[in-house]
């Protein structure tokens, strides 16, 4: 059965960077579609960034935007997540997520609709101090 694999999270001041990875499914990158999500408990996940593998086109969450770049590895089938400039806000667990290909129009509309994703990661935590 299929798996992601996160890994690189930790603890960081703020201001610092920090890179998250994934260890994705392998394939055909054009197959399915990745993304990056957030939790606090409490609170309901939320999307980071996303990307259209079949294109490269991405999408990021105003909060993070100009600070985050997801990116990836198709050699190794690895998502990437950098986020400069940490704020104590971005603590949270994060997520690597996939969900079957759609036509690009239709990630357009929502790019980081959780319920479309079907295959999630256990999480790595990214703790942030100031």
Same mark, same amino acid.
Not at 28 to 51: C, D, L, T
Not at 90 to 111: E, F, H, K, L, N
Not at 117 to 126: A, F, N, P
């Given at each position: 059965?299929?798996?992601?694999?996160?890994?690189g999270g930790g603890s960081v001041?703020?201001?610092?960077?920090?890179?998250?990875?994934?260890?994705?499914?392998?394939?055909?990158?054009?197959?399915?579609? *990745?993304?990056?999500?957030?939790?606090?408990?409490?609170?309901?996940?939320?999307?980071? =960034?996303?990307?259209? &593998?079949?294109?490269?086109?991405?999408?990021?969450?105003?909060?993070?935007?100009?600070?985050?770049?997801?990116?990836?590895?198709?050699?190794?089938?690895?998502?990437?997540?950098?986020?400069? /400039?940490?704020?104590?806000? /971005?603590? =949270? *667990?994060?997520?690597?997520? &996939?969900?079957?290909?759609?036509?690009?129009?239709?990630?357009?509309?929502?790019? *980081?609709? =959780? /319920?479309?994703? /079907?295959?999630?990661?256990?999480? &790595?935590?990214? &703790?942030?101090?100031?």
């Amino acid at each position: 059965q299929a798996r992601l694999v996160e890994s690189g999270g930790g603890s960081v001041k703020a201001g610092e960077s920090l890179k998250l990875s994934c260890s994705t499914p392998g394939g055909p990158q054009q197959a399915y579609s *990745m993304a990056w999500f957030r939790q606090i408990p409490g609170k309901e996940r939320e999307g980071v =960034a996303a990307i259209y &593998t079949a294109k490269g086109s991405t999408y990021y969450a105003t909060s993070v935007k100009d600070r985050a770049s997801i990116s990836q590895d198709n050699y190794n089938h690895i998502l990437n997540l950098t986020v400069n /400039d940490l704020k104590s806000e /971005d603590t =949270a *667990m994060y997520y690597c997520a &996939t969900r079957p290909q759609v036509s690009i129009a239709r990630w357009r509309q929502q790019p *980081m609709a =959780a /319920d479309e994703y /079907d295959l999630w990661g256990q999480g &790595t935590q990214v &703790t942030v101090s100031s």
